[in-house]
């Protein structure tokens, strides 16, 4: 079964840092050119782009929520893929999602992903 699966969340202070995991199984990331997102969502808004990475080129790109303080990463030849999170905020408080999307996908168009994982939360307090 194709699945993606977020961990690492939890919660933080302001200021502080956190590194968020996103590891799919039943396919590999290298099997094919992929897009992988990283998107959140807090209540009452909807789910925004934190930043993409690609398969094809490596090319990393953010969104403006997360510029200057939150790092894509991926390794060559593993299924994970990484976001470093750092000087976080309250408004930084929400559900943080990964996104695999395959051809046609864009990197910071949430509704164009084709696998979601169930999310991992992530709270900041003041």
């Known amino acids: 079964q194709l699945q993606l699966v977020e961990s690492g969340g939890g919660l933080v202070q302001a200021g502080g840092s956190l590194r968020l995991s996103c590891e799919a199984s039943?396919?590999?990331?290298?099997?094919?050119?992929?897009?992988i997102g990283w998107f959140r969502q807090a209540p009452g808004k909807e789910r925004e782009s934190v930043g993409c990475?690609?398969?094809?080129?490596?090319?990393?790109v953010y969104g403006n929520s997360a510029r200057d303080r939150f790092t894509i990463s991926r390794l060559n030849g593993k299924n994970t893929v990484s976001l470093q999170m750092s000087s976080l905020e309250p408004e930084d408080t929400a559900v943080y999602y990964c996104?695999?999307?395959?051809?046609?996908?864009?990197?910071?168009?949430?509704?164009?992903?084709?696998?979601w994982g169930k999310g991992t939360p992530v709270t900041v307090s003041s």
């Open positions: 996104g695999v999307g395959g051809y046609g996908s864009r990197c910071l168009i949430w509704k164009s992903m084709d696998l």
């Open positions: 039943g396919f590999s990331l290298d099997e094919d050119y992929y897009i």
């Open positions: 990475i690609s398969t094809r080129n490596g090319r990393i």
